[in-house]
Nanobody
Framework: HVQLVESGGGSAQAGGSLRPSCAAS????????MAWFRQAPGKEREGVAS???????DYAGSVKGRFTISKDNANNTLYLQMNNLKPEDSAIYYC?????????????????WGQGTQVTVS
């Protein structure tokens, strides 16, 4: 049974930092594409960052240079280091996983989702 559990969201001031994490269980973590998505009120869920099975990362243009995705295969944990936060980064952040080799941005390509963690920037 695959489970993804996010934590580490919260509140920050503009220019500050947060580092949500996603604990994964129930599958071979290193063999999955992992990604972070976010959804603000009234908006569609959008991809933020991804890391493939080969370790290659990709970022949405709006967060490139500010956010860093990483994973700890030994502890089955995914991280999103968010620096220089802006009010427009406020959203519920979700981690997602899929067994494909290359990560894609479409939400429909991810099989497993966490419950989300709230990030609020003021």
């Amino acid at each position: 049974h695959v489970q993804l559990v996010e934590s580490g969201g919260g509140s920050a001031q503009a220019g500050g930092s947060l580092r949500p994490s996603c604990a994964a269980s129930g599958y071979t973590y290193s063999n999955y594409c992992m990604a972070w998505f976010r959804q603000a009120p009234g908006k569609e869920r959008e991809g933020v960052a991804s890391i493939g099975r080969n370790g290659i990362t990709d970022y949405a243009g709006s967060v490139k240079g500010r956010f860093t995705i990483s994973k700890d295969n030994a502890n089955n944990t995914l991280y999103l280091q968010m620096n220089n936060l802006k009010p427009e980064d406020s959203a519920i952040y979700y981690c997602a996983a899929d067994a494909r080799y290359w990560c894609l941005w479409a939400t429909s390509t991810y099989t497993y989702w966490g419950q989300g963690t709230q990030v609020t920037v003021s």
